[in-house]
């Protein structure tokens, strides 16, 4: 027995020598390699950076076609895709609300504790990241922005943004934050899609980038056999990156939009849950009389 054992280990041992003995073997002759063809070596490393460098080029082109090819000329379909059951995008909106708008706009109709209590923001964060310095929780959401200062320098004072989900519908107010374009003729430089002749200027673009539009002529017949020539929008161009790529810009506008239908009607938030409960509830109980009305039955021919 002990004499097979030996023999095995010994044979083991033989094993791991000889393979040892291949590894280095193979290893000494890597070694050797760029010492003996060091000119080749240099000519597939500069081959493969040739390479690399080529396939960058081509994918900066491709990206700059895709970008001068714009984008935008089916705006008018785009939806706010926005859900006021998510409440981490209420809160984001809230922030961003409250970092962009709340400067010019207020929420008349909305209280600070309000809103942490539906957004489930703990009161002490509340009062240090929501309620302005000098106000109350209590206190309805107001701007600093007095209204005849804004009267003189946008022409028109902000409107009070509480209700404006309801009178215009999110997927409005997300084309309004999406289409916003560089403009030298206007007073702000920027105007808009959604609302020709904007005087607010868009506030989002150190987010977003810059972006102008490109027009088309078009002719229709007019009165009299005349011919009217139109020029329609076409599509945007990208002509200064945000901070933001075009799919976060599009997120952000969409959590405010969905703070801003959260505003427009607070109740939806809590009504929604409590829909999925009730109906949870109906469900259940049916099931229940279903099986009551079966145990009353079952002896009944
Ligand atoms: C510098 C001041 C200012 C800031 C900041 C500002 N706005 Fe405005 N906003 C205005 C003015 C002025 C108007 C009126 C525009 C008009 O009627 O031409 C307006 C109008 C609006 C309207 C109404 C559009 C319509 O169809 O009547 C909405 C919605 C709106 N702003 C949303 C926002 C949001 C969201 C933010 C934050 C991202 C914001 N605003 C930041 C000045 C501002």
Redesign the pocket.
């Known amino acids: 027995m002990l004499k097979v054992n030996c023999a095995k280990q010994g044979l083991l041992s033989l094993g791991f020598a000889v393979l040892l003995v291949c590894a280095t073997a193979a290893l000494a002759d890597d070694a050797s390699a760029p010492a003996s063809a060091p000119n080749s070596v240099q000519a597939a490393m500069a081959m493969g950076a040739k390479a690399t460098q080529q396939l960058q080029e081509d994918k900066k082109k491709h990206e700059e076609e895709e970008r001068l090819k714009g984008f935008g000329g089916d705006w008018e379909s785009w939806k706010a895709g926005n859900s006021v059951s998510d409440t981490a995008s209420l809160v984001r909106g809230l922030r ?2 409250a970092g ?6 207020a929420l008349k109709y909305m209280r600070y504790s309000r809103m942490g209590d539906d957004l489930v923001i703990p009161p002490d964060q509340l009062a240090k990241y929501v309620v302005p310095a000098g106000a109350k929780p209590s206190d309805y959401v107001t701007s600093p ?1 007095p209204a005849a200062d ?1 009267q003189n ?7 009070d ?1 509480s209700l ?1 989900a309801r009178e ?1 519908g999110p997927d ?2 997300f084309r ?2 999406t289409t916003f374009y560089s403009d030298p003729s206007r007073p702000t430089g920027a105007n ?1 899609l ?2 020709a ?5 868009h ?2 673009s150190t987010l977003e980038g810059v972006k102008v539009a490109v027009f088309k002529t078009v002719s229709r017949p007019g009165p009299g056999g005349t011919v009217i020539k139109e020029q329609v929008f076409d599509h945007f161009v990208q002509v200064a990156p945000g901070s933001q790529s075009h799919e976060e810009y599009l997120a952000t506008v969409r959590d ?2 969905n703070f ?1 239908d959260y505003v427009g009607e607070p109740a939806q938030v809590q009504r929604r849950s409590l829909g999925v409960k009730v109906v949870l509830f109906l469900l259940a109980f049916t099931a229940l009389t279903y099986l009551l009305k079966r145990e009353y039955w079952k002896n009944v021919h």
């Open positions: 961003d609300f962009y708008c709340r400067g010019c706009h922005m804004a320098w946008f022409g028109k004072v902000p409107p943004l404006m215009r409005y107010l309004f934050l808009n959604q609302l002749s904007v005087a607010m200027p506030v989002l405010l939009v801003l």
